[in-house]
């Protein structure tokens, strides 16, 4: 199994440009989150879905919007990308209803907005 | 709450010796709570988790202490090796909404 999967791993946006992030999982984890992480600190929760269909804000919403159209499968998308927006973007999944409740991560999207 | 902190605490050890890193949570509510252990380019990984009704939980090389009075988490390594080198991370959880929030977390550097 491949676990949690990101793509595109590295990209570079102009201020205004728009894009989507990619993440897949194969575990068949109903919950799915967003996370960014700064440099030197956590990891800060973007928006989250708890399962197909659904979605939810998290820590740090603003600039950001998500789907779950199907279960693997949760894009985060900015409409509007600015510099604020750099980071290192990393999905994650669990089922907490199945006892797996402790998050499994992908390898993360290192995004750089000029 | 708001991680603040633009340079990552680091604790420096010596090989064979043994690591505890700390942690401070937020919410007395929290009923679950995770370490993950984040190396250079790479997504965090799972390394031990505790639940709220116990205080000490242990696995291959580590140990979580959990002390909910003061809200306190520490994550004891022994014999450090190179390999432990990485950012550690505590995360807490809720009780029926299972989103983890994540402290700033701590460099651990392994000294041969």
């Known amino acids: 199994n491949a676990g949690v999967t990101q793509t595109p791993k590295f990209r570079v946006l102009k201020t205004g440009q728009s894009m989507t992030l990619l993440c897949a999982q194969d575990m068949n984890h109903e919950y799915m989150y967003w996370y960014r992480q700064d440099p030197g600190m956590g990891l800060r929760l973007i928006h989250y879905s708890v399962g197909e269909g659904t979605t939810a804000k998290g820590e740090v919403p603003d600039g950001y919007n998500v789907s779950r159209l199907k279960k693997q499968n949760f894009l985060l998308g900015l409409e509007s990308a600015a510099p604020s927006q750099t980071s290192v973007y990393f999905c994650?999944?669990?089922?907490?209803?199945?006892?797996?409740?402790?998050?499994?991560f992908g390898q993360g999207t290192r995004l750089t907005v000029v | 709450g708001e991680s603040v902190g633009l340079h990552l605490p680091t604790l420096s050890v010596q090989e064979g010796d043994n690591s505890i890193i700390n942690c401070a949570y937020s919410n007395s509510a929290s009923d679950y709570f995770i370490w993950y252990k984040q190396e250079s380019g790479k997504g965090p990984q799972f390394i031990i988790d505790?639940?709220?009704?116990?205080d000490k939980r242990q696995g291959q090389r580590v140990t979580v202490l959990l002390n909910k009075t003061v809200k306190h988490l520490s994550l004891q390594i022994a014999a450090t090796q190179p390999g432990d080198s990485a950012v550690y991370f505590c995360?807490?959880?809720?009780?029926?909404?299972?989103?983890?929030?994540f402290g700033s977390g701590t460099k651990l550097n392994v000294k041969p």
């Open positions: 505790i639940r709220s009704n116990m």
């Open positions: 995360a807490e959880n809720l009780p029926n909404f299972n989103k983890f929030y």
């Open positions: 994650a999944s669990s089922y907490p209803e199945r006892g797996e409740t402790e998050a499994f």
